[in-house]
């Protein structure tokens, strides 16, 4: 099957959810113009990180709908970024499929959470893969790249397609800025790859783009965001920190082929 997928590098404006929401509605019809068939933002993209600011955490749902509003009217599948959303078990960094009438086909729960999230988010406890109109997909959110347990298990259940909204800085390498500036640029365009490769999937990786001034200094989002699949390695990307969007078609027939000439999945079922 071919899909053609628009994945946005979107410059978020903090705090600004009514500048943001207004923005994507323009990548989305941009996309929708140029032939696409998905579109995908980045973590966070709606609000900025909500840390110390809980009066932007999503409690109604009010994005969700939104953007089911927007994938009906505009008759294109969304994947919107991620929303912190709050219910009586506590606050998750949650992303959906939404497909093009409006309906959600899956829900997705961060798991992995990265270090200064864990101070006020709870970690999701699934990895759930389900049925679209163009496959089997399975949703991570940033820091689950690392991780390769949460994709075996999507893998196992027959995922094609992973879509991974993140926002990622320069600055999450900490100390490890000493030793390379470029660290996290290296460690997301690795693990993309390698991601694809090993579990036999194409691989739609959303981040954001920019800097953001917070009291204690600044975040420089890395870009890079970027469409893996194997034997190609990366289809295509946004080697860059600025806004933009790209729009790549995908023919799937080529995850069959890998499995033809690694049989990955054949050893996870009757193997390991």
């Avoid at 506590?90 to 939404?98: C, D």
Wanted: hydrophobic share 40%; proline share 4%; with cysteine.
């Amino acid at each position: 099957m071919e899909i053609t997928f628009a994945v946005v590098q979107f410059e978020v404006a903090q705090f600004q959810p009514e500048v943001n929401l207004e923005k994507a509605e323009r990548f989305i019809q941009q996309a929708v113009n140029a032939g696409a068939q998905i579109i995908v933002f980045p973590e966070d993209f709606v609000t900025g990180p909500v840390v110390g600011r809980f009066e932007y955490v999503d409690r109604e749902g009010r994005y969700r709908r939104h953007f089911q509003d927007l994938a009906s009217r505009c008759r294109i599948d969304i994947v919107p970024g991620s929303i912190i959303e709050g219910d009586e078990q506590g606050l998750f960094n949650t992303t959906y499929y939404i497909d093009r009438a409006g309906a959600i086909r899956g829900r997705y729960r961060k798991v992995n959470l990265w270090l200064p999230e864990r101070s006020y988010i709870a970690a999701g406890a699934e990895f759930p893969v389900f049925e679209t109109a163009y496959g089997r997909v399975g949703l991570q959110i940033c820091w689950d790249l690392n991780f390769p347990e949460g994709f075996r298990q999507m893998a196992r259940q027959g995922v094609e397609i992973v879509i991974c909204p993140s926002y990622w800085c320069f600055e999450d390498a900490g100390v490890g800025l000493r030793h390379n500036p470029q660290s996290e640029v290296e460690m997301v365009n690795a693990l993309c790859v390698a991601r694809a490769f090993e579990n036999e999937i194409v691989l739609v990786y959303a981040n954001a783009a920019g800097e953001v001034q917070w009291e204690h200094g600044r975040e420089r989002l890395i870009g890079q965001s970027q469409i893996t699949v194997p034997f190609k390695g990366r289809l295509n990307a946004l080697a860059h920190t600025h806004e933009g969007m790209f729009l790549q078609r995908v023919d799937t027939a080529l995850l069959h082929d890998a499995e033809l000439a690694y049989e990955i999945r054949k050893d996870l079922r009757e193997r390991l």
